[in-house]
């Protein structure tokens, strides 16, 4: 009997140490458009370690602040901003809009 | 979400943003998992052991030179109760006088992160920091001593009361920090601690200083649960250390009181993370009509309702199974002496899961005080070179927290169950013991899913 539960945990705890290390891109581009007060993708996520062009176009003049790696955006109207970052936090940050602090949406890193 | 404003993102939690990603379902699963295998490793352990009441292992700190003394004397109250006073104070100040919005305002990290979120926690792994820094007793102590008053108190504490001041107390707070909307508000803030301080002295007045820490205020009472769960003992004016959470099994704590009280320590722990969860979100968008029919006082009142609804939930299912413990164990008689026996096994989950739930918060959300020491009014000033600050993530790691957040819930349900099990072999007799337990196991082992689902939800906004 605990011969067997020994044995369950060192299979779990194993089985844990497989998991992880699948190969990501170490390079991503992500395009983002704001309308109003919706962005696409809605949804972005990236890998701890990428590293990540973020291009912003709005549709009219805005200040879009990248929570967390704390980068600030400053969009006109209908011209692509880029910026290109490593990414070394992995967490669920905020993107949104400053001036009427109006939340796009949670840009996720996951850890690599 | 029309004619509602729009919220920044998850502001249910006292105030701030939240970083961490919910735990992944492998993880959720291997932790689950864990929590049943050795839950039931524990039960093979206890199979035959006897009712003896042994005692555990302390380690008395007076042997060791230097520290036993210190410990000892007035000298860790004195400092730790300038540090409290200075604390309450810079809240009500930076509150009244600095900046209008939470992340700007010291008294929002000083209140939810440093002494809610932090002393908690630490408490709870060093000992009751809170003895040390409460303030009230602080001031009530030096405005006594300098009017000569007596701190008998002008009347005796109404002991049929217990300690429902205090969970009344509690709950006010919980609804406070997760319900009002008023918690990300630095001038509701400073409003908060000031009422609380005149009240807590008045108090204290009317029935002296010692009944009212013991029954009505709020986290004294709360502070020595956590103490019970700490490594510090104080028996017969020494002071021992011991290992965590055994302490628990000396609380001899009874009535519907000291149950609610605990309960309600888990359920609004459980509220602040169910109202970040999808789930949530959609029961509170449903209500949407009936919030926006009430006005402005439509999201406290729904929210408040939640916390109320989770709480009466928690205490059903809590007593529900005592029932079933008690039947198991063939024992009759009133359930209240059981189920308040059995309530202080529950405080290592509310610990751990306060330690799960609040860890990247703390560690991150903490470093934001730093920058706003050099401007603590927001008047301009640049009383130190900080603010140019930027929060380190160095200790944020989503991976590691995972997997922190899962050791804890983990551990923190086997102490439990252990507990419940030491607790059993003092409340029943013979085989009667084990088979009480396998109620309170998969009560045990619920709890851990529901803890569990929560870290593992996706995080939302609310309202």
Known sequence: MKALMVGGIAALILGLSACGSSSVPSAITINFKVTGSTITPANPTAVKGQKLTMVITTDKDEEVHFHGYDIHFDCKANTPLSKTLTLDKSGSFEMELEATSTHLTNFTVNPS | ?463
């Open chain 2, 1 to 463: 979400m029309l004619g509602r404003t729009p919220a920044p993102a998850v502001l249910a939690h006292g105030f701030g943003i939240r970083y961490d990603l919910p735990v992944p379902l492998y993880l959720y699963v291997i932790a689950a998992g864990l929590v049943v295998v050795l839950s039931f490793l524990l039960v093979v352990v206890f199979v035959g052991a006897r009712a003896e009441e042994r005692d555990y292992p302390r380690f008395s700190v007076d042997r060791i030179p230097l520290v036993g003394p210190v410990a000892r004397s007035r000298v860790p109250r004195v400092v730790g109760a300038t540090i409290g006073v200075l604390v309450l104070a810079a809240i009500i100040v930076t509150g009244l006088l600095g900046a209008p919005d939470a992340t700007g305002n010291p008294a929002e990290y000083l209140l939810w992160i440093y002494f809610w979120a932090g002393t908690v926690l630490v408490s709870s792994v060093v000992g009751n920091l809170y003895a040390l820094l409460n303030p009230f007793s602080a001031i009530y102590d030096v405005a006594t001593r300098l009017l000569r008053w007596s701190q008998g108190g002008l009347r005796s504490y109404p002991e049929r009361l217990g300690v429902w001041p205090a969970a009344a107390g509690y709950f006010v707070f919980a609804y406070f920090e997760l319900a009002s909307g008023q918690s990300a508000h630095p001038r509701s803030v400073a409003a908060a601690a000031i009422i609380y301080t005149v009240y807590t002295l008045a108090m204290m007045v009317v029935f002296g200083r010692d009944a009212w820490l013991r029954h009505g205020e709020t986290f004294s009472v709360l502070f020595t649960f956590i103490e019970a769960f700490g490594p510090v003992e104080k028996r017969d004016g020494r002071i021992y250390l011991r290992p965590w959470a055994v302490g628990l099994t000396r609380l001899d704590l009874e009535g519907w009181d000291v149950i609610s009280f605990v309960i309600l320590t888990l359920s609004s722990l459980a509220f602040d993370g169910f109202s970040a969860t999808p789930l949530w979100s959609s029961i509170y968008l449903g209500l949407g009509g009936l919030t926006d029919a009430l006005g402005s006082v439509g999201p406290p009142l729904v929210k408040g309702a939640g916390l109320l609804g989770l709480t009466l939930l928690f205490a059903i299912v809590y007593m529900l199974f005592i029932r079933l413990v008690d039947r198991a164990g063939r024992r009759r008689g009133k359930l209240v002496p059981v189920a308040s026996a059995f309530a202080f096994t529950l405080i290592p989950i509310a610990l751990v899961y306060n330690a799960a739930h609040n860890y990247s918060y703390m560690v991150v959300q903490g470093q934001g005080l730093i920058p706003l020491l050099a401007d603590p009014l927001h008047n301009g000033a640049h009383l130190l070179p900080t603010a140019g600050y930027r929060p380190s993530f160095a200790l944020a790691d989503a991976g590691f927290v995972w997997y922190l957040q899962v050791v804890l819930i983990v551990v923190g349900h086997v102490i439990a169950v252990y507990l419940a099990h030491r607790r059993a072999l003092t409340t029943y007799e013979g085989k009667a013991v084990i088979r009480s337990q396998y109620p309170m196991l998969l009560l045990m082992v619920m709890y851990t899913a529901v803890s569990l689902w929560i870290l593992a939800q996706p995080i939302t906004e609310a309202g």
